[in-house]
């Protein structure tokens, strides 16, 4: 049996960014990451599309907006310090119809209110930063950027390991235990324990809280994300970041144009309900995890709310022309032959038993556990102060 000060449960970037945090202000700590792939940021946090956000969509005094503005500052200097290629492009958010304009000029309250550098600008500035962009009007928003978000959970691993922490792969938790002294955690490599747990599992949080006794307040509902890659002759008609004037009721952001610190260009993602937890292919299925969500009273009534909202997403799913027709409305001159498939994510995104989509980020505690257990978009840019909070609740009871 291994013993730990503080055992993190997830190897993508908000369990990394824990442990290396805790590490950082508490070297004398013992911190075990388990995770249970054979490597690191092999889901939510490898398959993103490495943007830095800027925080401009956040409720002002929101723990997204507040850790997505000091998690941006902390990230960009990390990836300073070692020496991790990052980006500060800039992007648009732009309105395509008149009905559009209020969703700007609200985006543009939220952002001022929170600190961020952006501008309405007329459709004539909108082409000379992006030619081929189509809108009547947009939001600059000049400091938004792109890192390889996979480099850095490898980066934040090794800084972990030196200072004599632990990153354990192909480790997955069967079972958890909560005593008035540690936490039990059982394994396929055997039993660990350890003073604190920190729950960052993602897509199965809520399953870990769960198995260790908390009743999640909210539960997770797996939206796969899929998307298309711009040929390279097409690249052009995309230079930096291009995003649509975003429906308020959904925390989602629409298809949009992304270009990756590589050079590709992403197009997409829709929002379609996975059949598996872990559903990247439409073939992917897992009967419990499926029967879960079919029957969760708060997916069902999600449904309900949202059926035409939700058949629209599945008809891109399964139309390509239909998702060109989406994409057509940021760049009128993309065409079907500049597109080829890309690997899919899939959005841990969780759901309240009233069907209401949970917006901000969520964790529940006990006395010696922390279960992170809605962290979406922006969690990769946050992460580093997302972390802050996490070893900040464990510093009250150290």
């Not at 257990?373 to 969690?379: L, M």
């Amino acid at each position: 049996m291994k013993s730990s000060d503080v055992l993190v449960v997830g190897g993508g970037i908000v369990g990394l960014a824990t442990a290396y945090q805790l590490s950082l202000r508490y070297p004398q700590k013992h911190v075990i990451v388990l995770e249970k792939e054979l490597r690191l940021a092999m889901h939510q946090s490898g398959r993103n599309s490495g943007v830095l956000h800027s925080g401009i969509y956040y409720k002002p005094g929101s723990v997204k907006a507040q850790t997505c503005r000091r998690g941006k500052a902390l990230m960009q200097a990390f990836c300073e310090r070692e020496s991790i290629p990052y980006e500060i492009c800039g992007k648009v958010i732009v309105a395509a119809y008149e009905r559009e304009i209020p969703t700007l000029h609200m985006l543009l309250e939220r952002g001022q209110a929170n600190g961020v550098q952006c501008e309405i600008i007329s459709a004539e500035r909108l082409r000379e930063l992006e030619p081929h962009a189509a809108g009547i009007s947009a939001i600059y928003v000049p400091e938004a950027g792109i890192v390889d978000f996979r480099a850095v959970c490898e980066r934040l691993a090794q800084r972990i390991c030196e200072e004599h922490g632990e990153v354990l792969t192909g480790v997955r938790v069967l079972g958890i235990r909560e005593t008035s002294t540690e936490v039990v955690v059982h394994t396929t490599q055997g039993d660990f324990t350890a003073r604190y747990l920190v729950n960052c599992a993602g897509l199965y949080s809520d399953d870990l809280a769960s198995a260790s006794g908390v009743v999640p307040p909210a539960r997770i509902v797996p939206f796969r994300g899929e998307y298309f890659l711009l040929t390279e002759e097409a690249r052009f008609l995309c230079r930096n970041l291009i995003y649509p004037a975003p429906d308020p009721r959904f925390p989602f952001l629409g298809v949009h144009f992304t270009r990756t610190i590589t050079g590709e260009v992403e197009c997409g993602p829709n929002a379609v309900l996975a059949f598996a937890r872990e559903g990247y292919r439409k073939t992917n299925i897992n009967l419990r995890e499926l029967w879960q969500t079919l029957t969760y009273p708060g997916f069902l009534r999600l449904a309900w709310r949202y059926w035409r909202t939700g058949l629209g997403e599945m008809w891109r799913s399964l139309s390509k022309k239909a998702f060109v027709h989406a994409l057509q409305r940021l760049v009128p001159d993309v065409r079907a032959e500049h597109l080829r498939p890309a690997p899919a994510g899939v959005r841990a995104q969780a759901v309240d038993r009233f069907g209401r989509l949970v917006d901000d980020f969520l964790w529940v505690d006990t006395a010696r556990t922390v279960h992170v257990v809605n962290a979406p978009s922006p969690a990769a840019t946050a992460s580093l102060a997302i972390a802050e909070r996490i070893v900040d609740k464990l510093a009250e009871r150290f």
